[in-house]
């Protein structure tokens, strides 16, 4: 576990956080787009030790939380279908539709699995040729060629009763819709290491470039973190705007060549919205004409309506870096894990979630 | 005409013979079959002086002293795991939940409610285990059930053990007893059950992880010999270290700090908690100890437990606090203090 020990090195950390106050001399905000590293920031507790200077703010990295109200209320009409037996990753459980959730689907009777892969779902369809094994397929880069596989291995064995959610996104259009927007205090970003590990970051050299805005892939360890945080800095106070691979150990530029062939025969690009953000073009996934027959929204006719956030949800805001979870008026009040009015406060990586759960400081709270 | 035999219809009887290799549910219903299954199956195995009669109760001798009763359902999938199976499991939470109320286990029911069309060599191999487990422990089954059920009713066995203990004379434990300054020490790696269950469910392979399912009242009787001033024991079983300590802190004020680079991991726990995103503090256990023990008795405490077989990787993880916010905080590995709070269920992997 060498890995492990070394990014976690309190003393090496102790040093970059030094190193990190030494060089920022005016003040900077940079956004990290990872559930993954939202939750390693507030776990370890860097953000509260990082100085006045650097602030870090948590964008739409939580493949979870950026999943819009209509697509979870797509998941639960399948989930509700005698038929269905609909699998999806645990996170998604308890975050809530515009009625009820899955977690609740479930305890009315509802087939809904819990599975780890994908391909565990590919497993169950297999075994009970008499169910229809759906599978959400939720997530970033990172995790749509494992879904890819999947359905791709049906295809081969013809398997007539499985089927994806497809409610993939991509990381680069959200950092566009960010780095765009003249309201933004985003001055730089910290890429998320496993997207990049499958993407690789050519388009985030285009995005460097275009915006004027450096960016540092980064890795999840502590001291990743505050390694490319420390890289970040520089750039920054050096007036520079370029691509940086702090994880290089993992990360090559072209990313993984044989995820990313697979990803282009199973999916295309299109157009998504995002919860919180409105629709972002070529931001989604969807199968290609050649999967179709694997897609549960057409093979189910799933409709798809258009449903409300509870207005009380910030959830938007927090997923742009506009408003930091403690700073919403529900926060720890109204909206907590057990109650929670939005994805943010339910998924592991949202970044509510991970305030509620590890912040020293927070609100005065209804129940703990 | 040929009146050779192949002219003949052969005899045939309509009825299918009954499934000697499965479990039906006359198996159930107290007639032959469930009698039958109880002589070969259960007594020949778990036989003992009060189980042989078979009667409704058994009469057992009166026992000095308080009594401390305890009763523990095992629901566990899959049933067999490295590292143990779901009879043993049954058999070492009744003597552990004894034990940490600081009784000798002196005697056990078990009930089992069994699906139809269980395979009788399941059954026979949990049995077994069952026997294995008391005779390690020296501790009786006395009296029992067996109920058949539907094919759905149940996942192919639950099982359902209560246990009846000897208190042990001028032993006190209890939240009541613990103070700002005890400490909290763990008697060796955390996480190994919990992450093996996950694992054997998921079909994922974590080389040298296994169950840590074992019977822990040789080593609290260490423990209690050592006349260190043990405050509070408990077995953290689901819910983790954390559940435990939360538990506490709902019946006492004050606050908790654990440090967390000096939780014992297992390698193989270590790697597989931070595989799947899972942490170690609300992973469930079954052969561990938590303990709480007045400060100046840390050493004492810890040297008796790692003369131990099972308590070799014995540890102090925290000390209790004064304070009113009923906090539990972990000092992280960057030595940066947060608060623990627990989830609400399970804890669920990271996605991405």
Known sequence: MKHLDEYRDARLAKRLLSGIAKIVRSPHTVMEVCGGQTHTLVRSGILDQLPENLKVVHGPGCPVCVTPMEEIDEALELAARPEVRFCSFGDMLRVPGSRTDLSTIRSQGGDVRIVYSPLDALEMARRDRDRQVVFFAVGFETTAPATALAVWQAKREGLTNFSLLVSHVLVPPALERIAGNPNSKVQGFLAAGHVCTVVGFEDYETLASHYRIPIVVTGFEPVDLLQGLWMLARQLEQGRYELENQYARVVRRNGNMRARDLLAEVYEVCDRPWRGLGILPRSGLRLTAAYREFDARSKFGITGSVSAEPTECRSGDVLQGLLSPIDCPSFGLACTPDTPLGAPMVSSEGACAAYFHHRRQRRELAVV | ?352
């Not at chain 2, 819910?239 to 538990?247: I, K, N, T, Y």
Request: contains cysteine; glycine residues 12%.
């Open chain 2, 1 to 352: 005409m040929s009146h050779g035999s192949e002219s003949l219809l052969p005899l045939s009887c309509p009825s299918p013979l009954p499934a000697v290799n499965r479990i039906v549910l006359a198996h159930g219903e107290g007639a032959r079959l469930s009698r039958r299954l109880i002589r070969n199956e259960l007594l020949a195995v778990l036989g003992n002086e009060h189980l042989n009669p078979l009667g409704d109760g058994a009469l057992l001798p009166a026992i000095e002293g308080p009594l401390v009763m305890t009763t523990d359902s095992s629901v566990v999938s899959p049933l067999f795991f490295p590292g143990g199976d779901i009879g043993q499991l049954a058999v070492h939470s009744a003597i552990n939940d004894l034990a940490v109320c600081g009784a000798d286990p002196r005697y056990l029911s078990l009930a089992f409610i069994l699906e139809e069309g269980l395979e009788m060599a399941t059954l026979r191999s949990i049995v077994q285990s069952i026997g294995r487990a008391l005779k390690d422990c020296n501790v009786p089954v006395v009296t029992g059930d067996t109920k058949v059920v539907p094919r759905g009713a149940v996942d192919q066995i639950f099982i359902n053990v209560t246990g009846i203990g000897q208190q042990r004379p001028g032993i006190e434990l209890g939240p009541h007893r613990v103070r700002p300054g005890d400490q909290i020490l763990v008697s060796g790696t955390i996480g190994d059950h919990g992450l093996t269950i996950l694992s054997a469910r998921n079909r994922l392979e974590f080389e040298g992880l296994a169950s840590d399912t074992a019977p822990i009242h040789g080593l609290v009787d260490s423990l209690l010999r050592s006349n260190a001033d043990i405050r509070f024991l408990r077995d953290p079983t689901r819910g983790g270290v954390a559940g435990v300590l939360h538990e506490l802190l709902e019946q006492m004020s004050g606050e908790i700090c654990l440090d967390e680079s000096a939780l014992p991991l297992s390698e193989a726990g270590r790697g597989a908690s931070e595989l799947l995103g899972l942490d170690p503090w609300f992973i469930a256990n079954e052969g561990k100890l938590v303990i709480v023990v007045a400060a100046d008795d840390v050493d004492r405490a810890l040297t008796s437990l790692r003369r131990h077989p099972l308590g070799k990787q014995a540890a102090r993880i925290g000390e209790v606090r004064a304070g009113s916010t009923n906090h539990v905080v972990v000092k992280g590995i960057l030595g940066i203090e947060r608060i623990l709070t627990e989830p609400a269920g399970a804890p669920l992997p990271r996605i991405c």
